[in-house]
C-alpha cells in the first residue's frame, strides 16, 4: 500500500472520528486547543502570559427535570454549550439534531456533559424543556436544557460562553440567536467555537473533544 493511500485513510479514519484528535500534530509537535477570549477582543487566541485565561461565569439555572444547576455541577467534565428556544423553526432544530449526534457519541461518559440554554424563558419552562428534551432521549443528567433569568441567560451568551458580539442587557426587546457552540474544558475556560449547522464543523468540534479528553488522560 503506498504512502497516498495510507494517507487518504487516515485522513478517513481520522474524519469519521475513528482517531482521537490527540494523535494530530502541528508543526511537528502534537496539536493543543487555544485558550479562547472574549469576543470585543477579536475571539483570539490568549496569549498574554500575564493575563489569565478567560473563564466562564458562575450561574444558577433551572433544568428540565426542575434541577437547579450551578457551574460547579459541570468542574469535572468538558462541557458542550449552545442557546436555543424551543419554538425555534429556523437554526435551532438544525443545531439541536447536530448536538444530539455529538451527545450520542459520548453518551454516558461521565467526563462530558451538555448545556442548552434558553432564550426564550418566559415560554421555555422546566416542563416545556423536558418535553423538547424527551424529543431527543436526552438523559437529563448529562444534557441539561435549562432556563432562567433572561438578563443573567443573556449575559451568560455574550460575557461567559462568547457565542454572541451582540451588545444588550438582556431587556424585553433583547434577543440573541446564534448558531454557535462552544467548548467548556473542565477548568471552565473556552477551547473551541463551532457552527452549530454545520455538520463538518460539528466533526471538528468531536475530533477536539477526543483531543481534550487525551490532555486529560496524559494529566
Known amino acids: 500500500m503506498n504512502s497516498k493511500v495510507l494517507l487518504n485513510l487516515f485522513l478517513g479514519l481520522c474524519a469519521a472520528g475513528l ?50 444547576v450551578t457551574r460547579a455541577d459541570f468542574k469535572n467534565s468538558i462541557t458542550v454549550v449552545d442557546f436555543f428556544f424551543t419554538t425555534c ?11 444530539s449526534r455529538v451527545y450520542e457519541k459520548y453518551k454516558g461518559n461521565p467526563e462530558v456533559k451538555f448545556l442548552s440554554h434558553t432564550v426564550n424563558p418566559e415560554n421555555d419552562s422546566a416542563p416545556v424543556l423536558a418535553a423538547y428534551a424527551a424529543r431527543y432521549h436526552a438523559d437529563a443528567d448529562q444534557w441539561h436544557f435549562v432556563t ?11 460575557k461567559s460562553y462568547l457565542i454572541s458580539d451582540t451588545q444588550g442587557d438582556g431587556g424585553k426587546e433583547d434577543f440573541v440567536h446564534s448558531q454557535h457552540f462552544s467548548l467548556v474544558d473542565k477548568e471552565g475556560c473556552i477551547r473551541g467555537i463551532y457552527d452549530g449547522t454545520d ?17 486529560y488522560h496524559q494529566k
Open 89 to 99: 423553526k429556523g437554526i435551532c432544530p438544525r443545531m439541536t439534531n447536530q448536538m
Open 148 to 158: 432562567g433569568d433572561k438578563p443573567q441567560l443573556y449575559n451568560l451568551a455574550r
Open 199 to 215: 455538520s463538518t464543523d460539528v466533526n471538528r468540534l468531536m475530533v477536539d473533544m477526543d483531543l481534550l479528553l487525551g490532555e
Open 19 to 68: 482517531i482521537g484528535g490527540y494523535f494530530f500534530y502541528k508543526h511537528g509537535q502534537i496539536r493543543t486547543l487555544p485558550y479562547l477570549g472574549p469576543l470585543q477582543q477579536g475571539l483570539k487566541e490568549d496569549t498574554s502570559a500575564n493575563a489569565a485565561p478567560h473563564k466562564v461565569l458562575d450561574f444558577s439555572l433551572t433544568d428540565q427535570a426542575g434541577k437547579t
